[in-house]
């Protein structure tokens, strides 16, 4: 089971309060749970990466277990607590104004 | 009994307006989607209960809600907006190509006949159909791959197709405007495009008198007359008699012939409302005097319209979708500013109220009279 926490403005689309815990099949990597995220809440789709070429948003970033995970390989293994559901995995808005 | 639905977009969140035909007490639900910029909110002419909303963010992007009861309740649509094939490049500010990348939907213009089809305007510029309902969304390319697109540039707030007009009489026939590429019509409903810029004169470019390039604000027309068109242009007021054909410049006496709304009064042709805004770099209302012009000679001619609106110290802009006409007997004239008042007439122009004053920076203003 993976641990997500989204932005507030992603849980109000997605109708979702506190964290969203997810099966995923296979090793846990920020392409498999963000597809598992999608999956379960297909309005999230093009929120965090961008529906043709999968690239993370430029103003999203993705942390887990005190680490900036956002420039990671997509199929990189996330840390063994995130994959263990000891640790979420955090889709961050980044700090920007306006 | 006829009542009023305005729906108001604006940089943070949407709101419905509701009013009976009267236009005096107002009911103000919202703000929808909070938090986020709503670019466009309008209704169905064959439905009047379903809503389109461009829901837009710099964080998450773009989305496209969906109201089936009026603005009650919405529900996420479909988001994917790809381009035809090879997208191929335009114009970047320094003259380089730079390839087409989808940002934003500026403008959504549901059918006149079907409530499932529903046109978007976007920005890089192009044009997007659905026709389920904003489930999924088809570009019409052949505005894209015109033969002036890889010339297209774009205007200070982004390479934007914020205007599609569709010809009630002609299924076939639409006219779109691009900031800043200029005016566009197809006949044969969308398949192919000419640009409709004969008559503009842009000193900001090149060749003044070029086929592409000029910044257009805002088309309007009348559905009685729909070859007939008004445009706000970044400097000028023109219109057309022959469909784009040709153009005239009808600015008159205008304090500034700069600004970016313009509309057409529900049941007299020739009167249409523009609010002057000086330019190029201010963007506020000459004199700090809020005032919409209307002329009855469909241009050339015009009066300040003044009474219930701010004639000091008012420093708002009004963009350029952020107008509207109801058809009641009496016409009612809407208009949101930058500083999150919407003002509403229900004597075409003669006497103005804010409906409200302190929403955010509005982006847009559409209305449907409901009966």
Redesign the interface.
Known sequence: MIRVVLPAHLRTLAHVAGEVQLEVEGPATQRSVLDALEARYPMLGGTIRDHVTGQRRPFVRFFACEQDLSHEPPDAPLPGPVATGAEPFLVVGAVAGG | MSSVRVLVGTKKGAFVLSSDGKRKQWDISGPHFG??EIYHVKGSPADPSRLYASQT???????IQRSNDGGQTWE?AG??F?YDGAPGTHQWYDGTPHPWEFKRVWHLEPSLTDPDTVYAGVEDAGLFRSTDGAKTWQELPGLRRHESGPGWHPGAGGMCLHTIVQDPGNPGRMYIAISAAGAFRTDDAGQTWRPINRGLRSQYIPDPTAEVGHCVHRIASHPLRPSVLFMQKHWDVMRTDDAGDSWQEVSGNLPTDFGFVIDVHAHEPETIYVVPIRSDSEHFPPDGKLRVYRSRTGGNEWAALTKGLPQSDCYVNVLRDAMAVDSLDSCGIYFGTTGGQVYASADAGDNWAPIVRDLPAVLSVEVQTLQ
Request: aromatic share 24%.
């Open positions: 938090g986020w963010s710099g964080w998450f992007g773009q989305l996420p988001n994917q790809v």
